[in-house]
């Protein structure tokens, strides 16, 4: 029985190439498609399921009202931890997280500049990161342990054992190897190349014991009957607690599940996140399987009149329409197998490249048994979704009127081909449409004034001994010609590492809670930045030597805090009053899609200062530039390499994610199109053929080639249009509803819809006009010799 299955099956695959080709090819494509965005989806809801203790893991979380809004956020005070460890029963391990640090590690002749994290001693048995040496109890107990991955080791010390031997950092600490780690999996937001413990911290005096201030992440465990009911409403007030200003100010736990997939706020409430891609990308997936599917829907119900007259010898010697449904699903199971060995071999061929395309390092595990058995379930759920029909349809037909003749023509049952071709052209045009707006967004987004030039401006951190020698550094890249203005700031200009709401001036409502963004400056920021000056003067500490407490505002603070004049305002932040001596042009430092937000900008008293800004002369080649100034960093901080930034590529980098979904949604819109293609062009050639004596008839009464085309085109055509306006609508609300999430977005013009309605009918045209021209110019002799 399943020998006579396989043969029948395998001699229709033979007897109809063309069709087996481009079910196949559809398939496998349309399955390829589905498991590159099924890997995604699955690297995505997977993040941090690794960890042992994953239910019992939290996050500590702010929430605030500010500028009229309630905000929610995950940077914490430092003293919250040990606050929960002592206050709250319910609690195993606390560990605080700082912000990702470079230090510069050296070993003998070896220097290498490496990112890590400083915790708690408790990190490791909080976290599920497996040691490969050392103890995770006690690797972070002793002031200057290090724990560092495998990689980092092996960086450092090559093939020797790393465990128990010693490492410099910032030329100034020897630090003993405690522990080595396995290198982190790639579904974490944790990335670090080595831990070293919250002690350090202390010693260096980089800890803040303030309530007031918001500038680490903690994390907490609680014990395996604890219930975060109970430790809830503790939570809620322990900021009111310890800080009596803070009023009307919670805090909340966050548990780990929610992190990678739901961490956006809306006021109080969960508003979305990357949960909202991961839905999207499923319907995709779906849609374009489902899409695949259709093609072998079509080819196979227009194929009927072929398989009618098997269907009806079949039944009248005996066979029920149990198994010939069976008959005809097994073949598309089969079909589908095939299409599934091909979609395994594109998955293989083009991973590197989706990889390349979403920024992550997504793999097929091939020695895994789950994999394997995922495949055959998603090869049987494929081949059933797209043989079902079929098989349901050809297994109906009554034997009667098929041996005798009167069985309809394929082409009379158009209807539910019709449908499913329209279905296939809608998904495609509504994704041709979200590629035009999304890449309108981005375009519409760089062309945004952002205040500043970015052109020949460069930035370095302050690492090593260059904040000591900052003046002798600015000073020789000025007279050598390469930099014609030199500034150290807290930050780049394209990122805000620093808010605050404790501003005091004349006139402010005892209630403002306005939050301005800090940025703190030596001098000459505008002269570097090329920021515009629209009343006042920049910082110039030779000739007014109290421009250290000075500060700058930008158009958004001037409207915040209400001024007429603001230059010579007295604005008071803790102890220090400052003098407005400046107010510059709003300028883009953080988001390119949202407003921009008030910012102050202090004088050097602030003495806050991680970068410094190089504006290149244009004299000079950039490589000159570059060359230079590397020699004159190497003069006064030789132990560190000349690591810089161009300010024009890191604002570029802004729109990175935007960029992705925009080249995401082209492929995909692609893809629909070539499967939709597929699928027409061979339906095309199947109703050339069906209706090759009606041409032959009409071109004996004087048809022209023209007029037959026109006739055989039009039918495809009019399933385009009704696509069109199915697709428009959707496309519309889908594409309004993303661009509500940005307050800086362009609006959807009426010319796109129109182009996507010509493009999408002209290239339904070009699929089945080859095969309209061939039918109409040939011979109508041949097609009518048999009558």
């Not at 899609?593 to 202090?602: A, L």
Request: hydrophobic share 45%.
């Amino acid at each position: 029985m399943l020998k006579n299955f396989l043969k029948v099956a395998f001699r229709n695959f033979r007897k109809n190439k063309g069709f087996s080709f481009i079910n196949i090819t559809g398939l496998a494509i349309g399955m390829a498609s589905a498991i590159l965005i099924l890997l995604w989806i699955y690297n995505e809801v997977s993040y941090e399921n690794f960890h042992v203790n994953k239910d019992r893991i939290y996050e500590a979380w702010n929430q605030a009202e500010f500028s009229g809004k309630t905000h929610s956020w995950n940077t914490t005070p430092m003293p919250l931890g040990a606050a929960m460890q002592r206050d709250f029963p319910e609690v195993e391990h606390v560990s605080r997280v700082n912000w990702a640090n470079n230090f510069l590690f050296s070993v003998g002749d070896k220097r290498l500049m490496e990112s890590g994290n400083i915790v708690d001693s408790s990190f490791l048995q909080l976290f599920t990161f497996p040691l490969l040496q050392g103890d995770a109890s006690r690797a972070l107990i002793e002031p200057f342990s290090i724990v560092i991955t495998q990689s980092l080791a092996k960086s450092l010390f090559g093939d020797e054992d790393a465990l128990g031997k010693t490492v410099r950092i910032d030329n100034k600490d020897v630090f003993k190897v405690t522990g080595i780690l396995k290198e982190l999996p790639i579904n974490s937001r944790f990335s670090f190349k080595w831990l070293i413990p919250w002690s350090y911290l202390r010693y260096r005096e980089w800890d803040n014991s303030s309530w007031s201030s918001n500038s680490t992440r903690t994390y907490v465990m609680l014990k395996p009957a604890a219930k975060l009911a109970s430790i809830a409403p503790k939570m809620k007030v322990i900021k009111e607690r310890y800080d009596s200003s803070a009023k009307h100010w919670e805090m909340f736990l966050y548990p780990l599940s929610r992190w990678r997939l739901y961490s956006h706020f809306e006021g109080t409430v969960e508003d979305g996140g990357r949960i909202e891609f991961v839905r999207l990308f499923g319907i995709v997936a779906g849609f374009i399987l489902l899409i695949a599917c259709i093609n072998f829907m079509n080819l196979s119900t227009a194929r009927s009149e072929k398989r009618a007259k098997e269907v009806g010898i079949r039944k009248v010697v005996g066979a029920r329409r149990q198994s010939l449904i069976g008959q005809f699903m097994g073949e598309s199971v089969l079909l589908a197998l095939m299409a599934g060995i091909l979609a395994v071999g594109i998955v293989q061929l083009s991973l590197g490249g989706f990889n390349q395309l979403t920024q992550k390092h997504l793999v097929v595990e091939y020695g895994n048994g789950w994999f394997w058995l995922t495949w055959l379930g998603f090869i049987l759920l494929t081949g059933v979704l797209a043989g079902s029909y079929p098989a349901f349809f050809l297994s109906g037909f009554k034997p009667v009127t098929v041996l005798k003749g009167t069985f309809k023509k394929a082409h009379a049952l158009v209807a539910p081909r019709k449908v499913l071709v329209v279905i296939q052209f809608s998904f495609a045009i509504i994704l041709i449409i979200c590629t035009l707006i999304v890449k309108q967004q981005i375009n519409h987004a760089q062309d945004r004034e952002v205040g500043y030039n970015k052109a020949n401006l460069i930035y370095h951190k302050l690492t090593g001994d260059i904040g000591k020698n900052y003046e002798l550094v600015k000073n020789e890249l000025l007279s050598s010609g390469v930099a014609v203005s030199v500034c150290k700031t807290n930050s780049p200009l394209t990122q805000i590492n620093s808010d605050s709401w404790g501003f005091e001036w004349e006139g402010r409502p005892a209630d403002d809670k306005t939050d301005f963004m800090m940025v703190s400056e030596d001098q000459s920021l505008i002269a570097t930045t090329g920021l515009q000056l629209v009343a006042g003067r920049d910082f110039d500490l030779k000739a007014y030597p109290t421009d250290s407490t000075g500060m700058i505002l930008n158009e958004a603070a001037v409207k915040a805090m209400h001024f007429t004049h603001p230059i010579g305002q007295i604005i008071r932040y803790g102890d220090i009053p400052y003098r407005v001596v400046g107010v510059v042009k709003d300028f883009v430092m953080h988001s390119p899609y949202s407003p921009i937000s008030p910012m102050i900008i202090q004088g050097a008293k602030s003495n806050w200062f991680d970068v410094i800004n190089i504006r290149f002369s244009d004299k000079n080649t950039t490589a000159k530039n570059l060359a230079l100034a590397e020699g004159i960093f190497k003069k006064y901080n030789p132990q560190y390499p000349f690591e810089y930034s161009f300010v024009d590529e890191e604002y570029s980098h802004k729109f990175d994610e935007e960029k992705r979904t925009g080249a995401l949604a082209a492929v995909f819109a692609g893809l629909t199109i070539f499967i939709s293609c597929l699928g027409l062009f061979g339906l095309a050639t199947y109703m050339a053929e069906n209706r090759i004596k009606e041409i032959g008839v009409r071109k004996v009464l004087g048809a022209s080639v023209s007029g037959l085309v026109g006739l055989l085109s039009a039918d495809f055509l009019k399933l385009v249009m009704i696509s069109f306006l199915v697709a428009v609508p959707i496309a519309w609300w889908a594409m309004h509803k993303w661009l509500e999430g940005y307050t800086y977005r362009v609006t959807i013009q009426w010319w796109v819809f129109v182009g996507t309605g010509i493009l999408s009918a002209g290239i339904a045209l070009l699929t089945v006009s080859y095969q309209a021209v061939r039918a109409a110019m040939a011979n109508p002799v041949r097609s009518l010799r048999s009558e």
